[in-house]
């Protein structure tokens, strides 16, 4: 014969199993991070910092003028470092409010199209350091018009569009 | 038998919601984990600065000497560095019938398509 005794201590102790696994659940899910890091927000916001960065150094100070990256581009030979593209871009991009610096990496370069068989080149601007295996770079880019002779081996300096780009990440 | 005894039962009842929803707000919580990461992933895929640098290197050389030249680097550097098909056509100012310059714009990277026509102040 069916014992119906307890039913509602049955019962009862479903609702208190359910209520501690939900408690239990909403405990350890409010203590973790809820957006994980791999998500791309840091990302957006790195990328965004970078462009940011290149714009201000593409704006001449004042009309008439060349912007400071034209001129570093200019100055530079290809295939050489330029310390002032770094120290500004450094400056833009790693200043905090407050004490101490923040820790971004990059590594600039200077595409440029060989007029003879539209080959596209690349050299590079200046680099912190190199990027190591597992790091996660974003890039960005900006359009510099400059005087100059690209190839080098060009005849004559005109006016030419080159393309910089920046990988950048946090180390 | 014993009598069933159905004291409380209220109770259990109210106990049982709780339970219920305390489950569809977790059901929630774990549903906005996900808005941050779709919300970033839209804004990095979608070429906003490529276009606004596009169009401002484009718009602010138009007076350069040698245009085709700028235009056949942008079109190819576009290509080759940025995965993106570009064309784009200027029209000088005619000075004294027409003091505007334009500019026909025509940006695709496969995912974003974006034309502009642009005319000076």
Redesign the interface.
């Known amino acids: 014969m069916v014992n119906?005794?307890g039913?509602?201590y049955t019962?009862?102790g479903f609702?208190?199993g359910?209520?501690m696994i939900?408690?239990a659940?909403?405990v350890v899910?409010?203590t973790s991070v809820?957006?994980?890091g791999d998500?791309?927000?840091s990302?957006?916001q790195l990328?965004?910092l970078g462009?940011d960065a290149l714009?201000i150094m593409a704006t001449p100070a004042s009309t008439g003028e060349i912007s400071p990256l034209q001129k570093i581009i200019e100055v530079t030979p290809v295939g050489t470092d330029n310390a002032t593209f770094g120290k500004m871009f450094g400056n833009l991009t790693n200043s905090k409010t407050g004490f101490g610096t923040d820790h971004i990496q990059f590594i600039a370069s200077v595409?440029?199209?060989n007029?003879t068989d539209?080959s596209?080149s690349?050299y590079r601007l200046n680099s912190t350091r190199n990027l190591a295996g597992g790091e996660h770079a974003v890039r960005?880019?900006?359009?510099?018009?400059v005087n100059k002779k690209l190839p080098p081996s060009a005849p004559f300096a005109?006016?030419?569009?080159?393309?910089v780009?920046v990988l950048m990440w946090r180390d | 038998m014993a009598r069933l005894n159905d004291d409380a039962q209220w109770i259990i009842l109210m106990g049982f919601l709780i339970s219920f929803s305390f489950f569809f707000l977790a059901l929630i919580i774990n549903q906005s984990t996900v808005v941050g990461q779709t919300t970033a992933e839209s804004v990095i895929e979608f070429p906003k600065n490529d276009i606004r640098d596009l169009v401002g290197v484009i718009t602010t050389n138009t007076s350069r000497s040698n245009t085709t030249v700028v235009n056949s680097d942008i079109t190819v550097i576009s290509l080759h560095r940025k995965n993106a098909v570009v064309r784009y056509s200027l029209i000088q100012p005619n000075p004294p019938v027409d003091l505007h310059s334009y500019a026909s714009i025509h940006y695709n990277n496969g995912v974003t398509t974006y034309y502009e026509n642009w005319t000076s102040l």
């Not at chain 1, 960005?140 to 018009?145: E, P, R």
């Not at chain 1, 005109?158 to 393309?163: K, M, S, T």
């Open positions: 119906t005794d039913q509602l019962i009862e609702a208190a359910l209520i939900m408690t659940y909403l899910s409010a809820y957006t994980a998500t791309h927000i990302d957006m990328e965004q462009s714009k595409s440029y199209r007029k539209d596209v690349i960005t880019t900006k359009w510099v018009i005109e006016d030419r569009a080159v393309l780009e």
